[in-house]
């Protein structure tokens, strides 16, 4: 009979724990490769959602430097080249500092589990920021809009309402995109949670400075009962009367929107209930169901 000393099973023993050890070594170094490829992922993402928000709000001064009097849509335009190059770069980058030489076959390998996560969450992130981008872009054409109506002498003297048809500035692309968006269960929802970036109060505020400019546009919109209580308000009233001027003073419909007089305005709660629900396109008739006088 054979006889097996404890110094001949240690060595199978020793090699055996020796790979479980590996095995499991390099299971853990998988799981963690990929759980840093994702947070990594998710970094460049919001880089490049950082990056495109900017450009949304520093678009129409960048489109400036190369054309006269950009349209509000090249705002949209710069943020999704921003946002898209900074993500991409980033990764680029940062997949060449941490691979800097790997093979096609370890290119091609799926995260799995990770990567599927993370693919998830671009997506979502990708289409929330390109609904922000379109409700920005909106409003930033409804600033533009009003501004026209209110410069437009035949649509404000205009007696009925075929004439005021036949007068009425046309409506932008994306103001009619913000408005389906609102007027569906999905942009409703969306839109609870996008004030970060698409603050109706401040919005509204940029509006009605716009309307003040016109004695008929702001008699107009004061047959409204929601706007009458909303300009009459004391923080409201004393920024249009007194500093409407430094308003006006804004060329770029972007900095209108994001200048530190309606940002200070619109922090106190009562201002922001008073002016988030507001429709200052309806109230002086340039879209559809016009108000009735005395509402």
């Known amino acids: 009979m054979l006889a097996i000393s404890i110094s001949d099973m240690m060595t199978p023993a020793l090699i055996g724990g020796v790979v479980i050890v590996f095995i499991i070594a390099f299971v853990i170094t998988g799981f963690l490769k990929g ?31 190369f054309v006269d009097k950009p349209d509000p849509w090249m705002s949209g335009v710069v943020a999704v080249i921003l946002g898209l190059a900074t993500f991409f770069v980033a ?22 589990a990770p990567g599927g996560i993370l693919g998830l969450l671009m997506g979502a992130a990708f289409a929330w920021f390109c609904l922000s981008g379109v409700r ?36 932008p692309l994306f103001s009619r995109l913000k408005r389906e968006l609102d007027a569906h269960a999905v942009g409703q929802w969306h839109g609870k949670y996008d004030d970060f970036l698409n603050s109706r109060a401040h919005a509204s505020l940029a509006k009605l400075s716009i309307l003040f400019e016109s004695e008929q546009a702001w008699t107009r919109a004061r047959l409204t009962r929601a706007v009458r209580e909303a300009s009459d308000q004391e923080q409201i009233s004393k920024l249009l009367e007194n500093q409407n001027n430094e308003l ?14 309606i940002k200070e305005t619109c922090r106190s709660d009562e201002v922001q209930e008073l002016l988030a629900g507001l429709d200052i396109e309806k109230a002086i008739g340039l879209v559809a169901n016009e108000p009735e006088e005395g509402e």
């Open 35 to 65: 759980l840093a490829r994702m947070a990594l992922g998710l970094i460049f993402l919001a880089a490049g959602m950082a990056a495109g928000q900017w450009g949304l709000w520093k678009g129409s001064s960048i489109a400036g430097t």
């Open 91 to 112: 990764r680029a980058l940062f997949g060449v500092i941490l691979n800097p030489v790997s093979s096609r076959e370890d290119q091609s390998k799926s995260l799995g």
């Open 136 to 171: 920005y872009v909106g409003t930033i054409s409804e600033l533009v809009w009003i501004r026209e109506a209110v410069n437009n002498k035949a649509w404000l003297n205009a007696s009925s309402a075929e004439n005021k048809s036949a007068t009425r500035p046309a409506q």
């Open 248 to 261: 006006r003073a804004f060329q770029d419909y972007s900095q209108l929107l994001h200048s530190n007089l």
